[in-house]
């Protein structure tokens, strides 16, 4: 890495922790935009809903079909409900609602918020007494942090759900069995570090869209490059805020 | 405007119906862990709790009935274990259950189990001791298990020898296959049970000559029974005493004598033990002997003696004629 680029990545960083931190200092000032709030919640939240639920379904399915192979070798078959839920709830339900919000998410709010930069609707909104940040940013993070944790909530009931449907493909599991193995292996401390964390998921998804978006240039073709790299940095910080959060939960014993 | 309503009713559906969710799966959870609904504590002192924990489940006959809420150490040789119990199960459990430490399947937690014993006794109430069995140890269980495998192999192999023995000996099998020999036994057999019955026979013959015996019946009886006897034999045991008693004083006065003797005192003394009085006594008899040598001689020459060769041969002649 030159050392140019490098001081650039160290730059961006930067800026977007300010970005994030702006959104602190003026999210809870009045006034409030409550009626643009519930506007992005409806897109963010509900508008996300199958996409999510149509992956959460998919990944308890194929999660309890590949299972089940190594738990039969050892004779484990009857421990497949509460294997599925224990790995669905504590990361994979979390983490796939979180990557496929921040493929759509993000990708909408820097596409939108870069093509109204260049076609300078931004600045127009600040000139006409709107606080652009206020209503665009605040409004959209604010959407993300909230909405990304039901996400993540119905992705573990419909994830369930599809590991139901995967363990009563080669074996049987009655419906009262598979739901009362599948909470008995659970307990607060796999739901409760796991549904947190999707606060910071949907935070970060929202501050990167934002900021990208916010910060495009070079007309047209800066906002699809603001779309990109928004993806691309949102995802990353899944990542890494997942690995942070784990780190925490098992320092403090609560695994 | 209406479009904006639809929208959040859609919103709010969707954050209820989430929201429902989050608290049902809490509920559940928590549900689990005993920690909704009303409970009791019961504990129960261990010497051992092999691993269990707090939030390890308590088992009354084989039914969850509530959670393990903390495991402490009171001394060196015991450990208290809380248990929270539903309510609802508090009729069933007796204050004098038994508790012990078991687990679920051969690698799964570790658990309370509580069970009843026959007698009757009170329903348990908040903060009762319950009394509890030691723990079997799995290693101690596999301990035994080893020792046992170690003596079950010895026993196969020996087993093995046996057989491989057996089935190379023919001799057995000859035996096995001989009716003869199976004729002779049971023959054998029935001889060794008319035995029996002869002998039982005697016995009885033997107990009536007993019996006999006892009551003074035959000379046996007689002498066994008869007290004048008895007394007889007294007198001749005393009678034995008194010659065994003079015996003893005349050995003692023949010991003295024969010291005497050794000493060479008197004249037994110097014939046995005076060695020149041996070697004179050996010279005269050489001299007798050779008198009577001489005498011989001398009779011979009377025998050829005219003057009595004649009574000579009449004797000759009447010892001829009594032999005829």
């Known amino acids: 890495m030159k050392p140019n680029s490098f001081k650039n990545f160290l730059a961006e960083v930067g800026d977007i922790s300010a970005f994030g931190w702006r959104f602190f200092t003026e999210g809870f000032k009045p006034r409030y935009e409550f009626g643009e709030l519930l506007r992005q919640c409806y897109f963010?939240?509900?508008?996300?809903?199958?996409?999510?639920?149509?992956?959460?379904?998919?990944?308890?399915?194929?999660?309890?079909?590949?299972?089940?192979?190594?738990l039969v070798e050892f004779g484990a078959e009857a421990w497949l409900p509460g294997m599925v839920s224990v790995s669905l709830v504590r990361e994979i339900a979390p983490v796939i609602s979180a990557l496929i919000c921040a493929g759509k998410i993000g990708s909408g709010i820097g596409a939108e918020l870069g093509s109204m930069k260049v076609t300078e609707q931004i600045d127009a909104m600040e000139v006409s007494g709107t606080n652009p940040f206020k209503f665009l940013v605040v409004t959209r993070v604010m959407a993300c942090t909230l909405m990304i944790p039901?996400?993540?909530?119905?992705?573990?009931?419909?994830?369930l759900y599809g590991g139901y449907m995967g363990a009563n493909i080669r074996g049987v599991v009655n419906w009262d069995l598979y739901w009362y193995q599948a909470f008995d292996a659970l307990s607060f401390s796999d739901l409760l570090p796991a549904i947190v964390k999707t606060f910071f998921f949907g935070y970060a998804?929202?501050?990167?869209?934002?900021?990208?978006?916010?910060?495009?240039?070079?007309?047209?073709e800066g906002v699809g490059q603001s779309a990109n790299s928004a993806v691309v940095v949102a995802s990353l910080l899944v990542f890494i805020i997942d690995l942070v959060a784990v780190q925490i939960t098992d320092i403090f014993q609560l695994t | 405007m209406a479009n904006t309503g639809l929208r959040n009713i859609k919103l709010g559906l969707f954050v209820v119906i989430g929201t429902i969710a989050f608290i049902a799966a809490l509920y559940l959870i928590g549900d689990k862990q005993s920690l909704f609904g009303s409970t009791f504590k019961i504990s129960a002192e261990f010497r051992n709790v092999n691993g269990l924990m707090a939030g390890n489940n308590v088992r009354f006959a084989g039914i969850d009935v509530g959670t393990v809420e903390s495991v402490e150490i009171i001394n060196d040789s015991s450990v208290k274990v809380l248990m929270r119990i539903e309510d609802k199960s508090r009729e069933y459990i007796h204050k004098n259950a038994l508790a012990s430490i078991g687990s679920d399947g051969l690698m799964g937690n570790k658990l309370v189990n509580i069970n009843s014993v026959k007698d009757n006794s009170t329903p348990v109430d908040d903060g009762d001791v319950i009394k509890t069995l030691a723990p079997i140890e799995t290693d101690e269980m596999l301990r035994t298990l080893n020792t046992t495998n170690e003596n079950i192999e010895i026993i196969s192999s020996d087993l093995k020898k046996i057989t491989g023995k057996i089935n190379n000996s023919n001799?057995?099998?000859t035996l096995l296959a001989d009716t003869v020999a199976a004729d002779n036994i049971r023959q054998a057999i029935v001889n060794i049970k008319?035995?029996?019955?002869?002998?039982?026979?005697?016995?009885?013959?033997?107990?009536?000559?007993?019996?006999?015996?006892?009551?003074?019946k035959g000379s046996i009886g007689a002498l066994l029974t008869d007290s004048s006897f008895a007394t007889n034999l007294n007198q001749a045991v005393?009678?034995?005493?008194?010659?065994s008693n003079n015996l003893a004083l005349v050995s003692g006065d023949l010991k003295g004598l024969s010291e005497q003797i050794k000493s060479g005192k008197g004249a037994v003394g110097t014939l046995l033990m005076d060695t020149n009085f041996v070697h004179n006594l050996n010279q005269s008899l050489e001299n007798i002997r050779d008198g009577a040598d001489g005498f011989n001689q001398n009779m011979e020459a009377l025998k050829h003696s005219s003057l009595l060769r004649k009574y000579f041969k009449n004797q000759e002649k009447e010892e001829l004629k009594s032999n005829q």
Request: with cysteine; aromatic share 8%; net charge positive.
């Open chain 1, 205 to 220: 998804i929202g501050v990167v869209g934002c900021y990208k978006g916010y910060y495009s240039s070079k007309g047209t």
């Open chain 2, 194 to 216: 008319l035995t029996g019955s002869r002998t039982a026979v005697i016995t009885g013959d033997l107990s009536q000559i007993v019996q006999d015996v006892k009551d003074g």
């Open chain 1, 150 to 159: 039901v996400l993540a909530i119905l992705a573990d009931i419909i994830s």
């Open chain 2, 238 to 243: 005393i009678d034995i005493n008194v010659v």
């Open chain 2, 171 to 173: 001799a057995l099998w």
């Open chain 1, 44 to 70: 963010i939240g509900y508008k996300s809903l199958p996409l999510v639920g149509i992956t959460a379904f998919i990944m308890g399915l194929v999660l309890t079909i590949q299972s089940r192979p190594t």
